[in-house]
């Protein structure tokens, strides 16, 4: 009977290993200017459904290169539609966006990735995953043959993203990722990968374009993708809940390549195991918020182990107690007292503008064409004492 | 007894926190302006006590705000998000005297504490920094060349001891172009004790702020000290000039439809009006609006947490004639204040509460008061190479109005100061000698380091018009410094303009940003200049390389042929020795090179 207990707590824990206990979402368009209206409504409807499946704002980077919500042209002030019948208003009334406008590069791209960022970089603006995070990497813009354009300025190649997933896993974080793209050529984007536990999908094969699936006439642009837009559908229509058991197979087979007008791709390759694990993972793995709490050890556990942390525990709230005693000397207001003269700091003057007084500046003029006058004098004198002799 | 003497402490703390220090208090002011406009004032205010906030025990000062003014070592904070002008032709004096407005796009300016003026730098660098993550707005884009240390214009808002106020520096810095939406108006909700559930925040929506005619987002904090002791009181503050026709069209249909001809009174006194030609009358009544209406939602009851007598929140600037219906199940209380011209309203708790004005005619339109000041700035001239920038500023009243005028120019724009020229015309006064400029202020532009920053301390008599001009040349960037929508053009923040005035407050206006067209490049050349070196070294390449591999073959090794064609081959033969010989030389020159 205990035999089996702790068989059965084993698998549990064996499990629990193999799953991820935070999921994030990167959503990137990169697309500026209003005619691409439909790349900020595609990422926006990822964002709102990332959102709905309990992914919180701190654990989506959103990237919008433009704003077409408060933009003139746009006769629906404050909102984005993702569909002619404007029934959902994607842009809402909380919503927050961590890169936007020229902050949408591909280096920040690349440094966010990679977490290579300043140190006075927020929070809100990294990535903060680690080893057991999965990661929903979504990207749609314009591109070609293993490039996708950023802001119609700059490119990212397959083989940058290629290599900034590598660094990635070599950093330990991620756990497992999806790659999902829409653009034209998009299969190409993911032929380069060759870090472990990446699921990737995209909307077109090589030389074929992604279309765009409907205008509205009002908005006066059209105002989402086909492969964007069929994925939304399927995780509106059967992914309506976090207890969702479907699986990213489900969401594949659903592709209709008649409705999408291009060939999706898929690569599994790179998975531990294999296209029908990769296929087998659940929708909700990389779209929601699961969070999994792991056992660090099977049969009971050391128990002095949540004691000592316990005693560690103390011992920093101790050391910040007595910070915030030290600090007592100086606080953050003080009271007032006239006391002390206010003297002009020297160091600070010379990053100041300094006064400029005119009539100063004419006595100065006055100086330099007298030293002028002088010093001509002087070689004139010269020249007459040379010419002498 | 340590729970009993727990209690009695807390019970302590919560009086004097009552009492003494920390409070929350919103006001609304509505004011109907001329031409349809409808101007919403919305301010929140909110403390905390310095102990409070040293120990980091926040109640109603948002925790997120103050653990990054704490980190960044910054005394008193000015932050400001803005859309659109305040059109004071017709609209009037600004409202707090423009001194809760900023210039189109984001402004900041802050007192950062510090020993000397590169830490200052440093702890700007990681406020505008922090401050971006919890905005939405890239504030990180402030570096060293968007920021300015103001002298004159700005002056400290709250109580800062003579011994601090060595160690803090000012600091400014504007970004012009940048958007304001959605995504800035969340944190800021975040930010209010009621987070935009009740009380007046209950009327912000993104949809009709975003839609104003001028909208201006503000948070101010500083230290004040009574004589209790000190305080950090922070200060939100959102005004906006909504159009009433264009707020009150559905959120699903916003687009302008034409009026069927049955609701158009015509104007019958014009000579082709007839039963198919129209001319709309104009109407001389104030226009039906509601707060539901115009502001796209109900006020949701008073905020819980308000403290004190909340006897005035929602107030409304009308005549005593105009009409207000109270839609409302709580209970709530109006007060009128200031000579019947202004009524206040009590909000009740969990109910919502509607005010109704329908359409009327009134027997006078209600006065506005006359702005300070007048002022328009533009960009003069043309050409890629240079131009110049001419400010208008005007004195309409009958003092002589003193004031500070600051230009924070981006370094690709280079002024000239000595072209600098202020000239005053006063109707009726001929006399050019008056000075019109008391003092300058100037830190010249480094290329790529810093902006220029111009400060003048002008001087306007009574009733004239001061026009201020400079001129300057454009910079040429690098290929790799122009933003991805280089042909926009680049812009300008706005001039600020302080008015000295003699009793207490501030009075600030700002001109509008201005958008400077630079030089900019083909963008893409560098791929013309590719794609055509490709072409001609793959003509010269590939014709060589054809002469190099191609086998000739001799006449006599093909047979069957004609006497004629037998000469041909002859001659041809030759041609081939000759290629021979050419490609013998070929060959060696290669082997040489090699």
Known sequence: MILRFTALLLAVA??????????????????????????????????????????????IILMLPDDMACNPRNAFPGTVYNNADRALDLYGDNIEVDYRGYEVTVENFIRLMTDRVGEDMPRSKRLLTDDRSNILVY???????????????EEISAFDLADAFAQMWEKKRYHEMLFMIDTCQA??????????????????????????????????????????????????????????KKTLGDLFDSYDESKIHSHPGFRYDLFRD?????????????????????????????????????????RIIDAARARHEGGREQPYLHNVDNDEAVASNPLLEQERAAKIDMENGWRRQAIGASALLGCIGLWLVGFYVDSGK | MFPILFLAVCLILRIQAV??????????????????????????????????????NFRYFPRSLGQIL??????????????????????GARPWNGAREGGTGVEIWAWVEAETAAEANARWLTLTNALSGLFCASLNFIDSTKTIRPEKTFLPEGTHINQSMRNLHLLHGTLPHEVVCTENLTPFL?????????????????????????????????????????????????????????????????????????????????????HDSCYPLRKNVEPSWSLAEVFGRPLKGACPLESGEASSTVCLDVPSERSVHVQTDGSHHESKLNDNTSRCYKLPVGSNLDLVLPEQELAAQPSLAEPPLYASRSIVGHGQERGGVQATIINPTNDTA??????????????????????????????????????????????????????????????????????????????????????????????????????SGQTFLRTTSLLLPLPTPDFSMPYNVIILTSTVMALGFGSIFNILVRRFVGADEVDGRSKLAMKVLAIKHKARLLFGLLMLKIRGKGRKAE
């Open chain 1, 14 to 59: 064996t499990l629990a290993c193999a799953e991820h206990t935070s999921n994030w979402a990167v959503l990137v368009s990169t697309s500026r200017f209003w005619f691409n209206y439909r790349h900020l409504a595609n990422v926006l409807s990822l964002y709102r459904t990332v959102k709905r499946l309990g992914i919180p704002d701190s654990q």
């Open chain 1, 139 to 153: 990207m749609t813009g314009h591109g070609g043959n293993e490039f996708l354009k950023f802001q119609d300025a």
């Open chain 1, 187 to 244: 299969n190409t984007m993911y032929s380069k990968f060759y870090s472990p536990n990446i699921i990737a999908t995209g909307s077109s094969e090589i030389d074929q374009s992604s279309y765009s699936h409907h205008a509205d006439n009002d908005v006066g642009v059209a105002v989402i993708d086909r492969y964007t837009y069929y994925n939304l559908d399927f995780l509106e229509t059967q992914v309506r809940e976090p207890t969702s």
């Open chain 1, 274 to 314: 294999g296209e029908q694990a990769a296929k087998q993972r659940l929708v909700m793995d990389f779209f929601g918020n699961v969070q999994n709490v792991e056992l660090e050890s099977s049969n009971g556990g050391n128990e002095t182990q949540w004691k000592e942390d316990l005693e560690h525990l103390q």
């Open chain 2, 19 to 56: 009492y003494a220090i920390a409070d929350y208090h919103e006001r609304l002011l509505l004011r109907p302006l001329p031409h349809n406009s409808l101007l919403a004032s919305f301010n929140f205010r909110s403390n905390a006590s310095s102990v409070s906030f040293d120990e980091q």
């Open chain 2, 70 to 91: 704490q980190h960044a070592h910054a005394r008193e904070l000015h932050l400001r998000f803005s859309l659109g002008r305040w059109d004071s032709e017709n609209w």
């Open chain 2, 190 to 274: 975040k930010l209010l004790p009621c987070k935009g559930k009740a009380g007046i925040s209950s009327l912000l929506d993104g949809h009709k702020l975003f839609d104003a005619s001028w909208q201006t987002m503000a948070i101010d904090v500083r230290p004040v000290c009574l004589s209790e002791g000190c305080l950090l009181e922070m200060e939100q503050t959102v005004d906006m000039v909504l159009d009433i026709d264009r707020s009150k069209r559905p959120h699903d249909n916003p687009i302008p439809r034409p009026v069927p001809i049955e609701q158009i009174t015509c104007d019958t006194s014009k000579s082709y009006s007839s």
């Open chain 2, 402 to 503: 003193n004031l500070v005028y600051l230009e924070s120019l981006p370094w690709f724009m280079k002024p000239y100061l000595h072209t600098l020229r202020a000239t005053v015309l006063t109707p009726g006064v001929l006399d050019m000698t008056q000075h019109a400029i008391k003092e300058t202020h100037y830190r010249p532009a480094l290329n790529r380091h810093r902006g220029t920053h111009l400060e003048l301390l002008l001087s306007i008599p009574p009733a004239s018009t001061l026009t201020l001009s400079y001129d300057f040349d454009k910079a040429i960037l690098r290929y790799t410094e122009y933003p991805p929508d280089a042909n926009r053009g680049f812009d300008v923040a706005p001039a600020v303009i302080r008015l000295e005035s003699q009793s």
